[in-house]
């Protein structure tokens, strides 16, 4: 039960008065809502989608970008760090329309990638195609090595 004031009234605010421990079921709840957003699936939320793969002397990266001009998108490299920037412009008149499904996403968006190394900045190619933006990021010499099988002894 609630602790009263004085006169003999209910504090206001933090347990949701009249309704003691409503409030933390409250704050419990809004809490873990919170977590369900920062998940992968709502965190990058209008950001393009990528694939990243190794290619043995480079990384390749493919990133989906319809509806883009290449003129819209920057990419930058600060050490290890590769981002590409843009944004995707609404070209849609919306009137007299009345949508039942609009997914279709608008506006600038960012992605940031940190490499397992520091390329040269020569080493980085760029080109787009067909609404996809391929970047090229050569290994350094010492990375570029493929593996080797190591054999075991008994």
Do not use: W
Not at 50 to 78: Q, R, T
Not at 96 to 103: L, P, T
């Amino acid at each position: 039960m609630a602790a009263h004031d004085e006169q003999g009234a209910r504090p206001r605010g933090g347990d949701l008065a009249p309704y003691p421990g409503l409030g933390g079921l409250y704050r419990d709840f809004f809490q873990d809502f919170g977590s369900v957003l920062d998940t992968p699936f709502f965190r990058n939320v209008g950001a393009p989608r990528l694939d990243v793969s190794d290619a043995g002397n480079a990384v390749l990266v493919e990133c989906d970008l319809p509806g883009v001009k290449a003129d819209e998108v920057e990419i930058a490299l600060e050490g290890d760090r590769l981002t590409i920037k843009g944004e995707r412009k609404a070209e849609r008149e919306d009137k007299g329309k009345n949508y039942y499904v609009s997914e279709r996403s608008f506006g600038a968006f960012s992605r940031a990638l940190v490499l397992p190394f520091e390329p040269a900045a020569d080493a980085v190619e760029a080109r787009f195609e067909d609404g996809v933006l391929h970047i090229s990021i050569k290994k350094p010499a010492a990375r570029a090595k493929s593996s080797q099988k190591i054999a075991i002894r008994s």
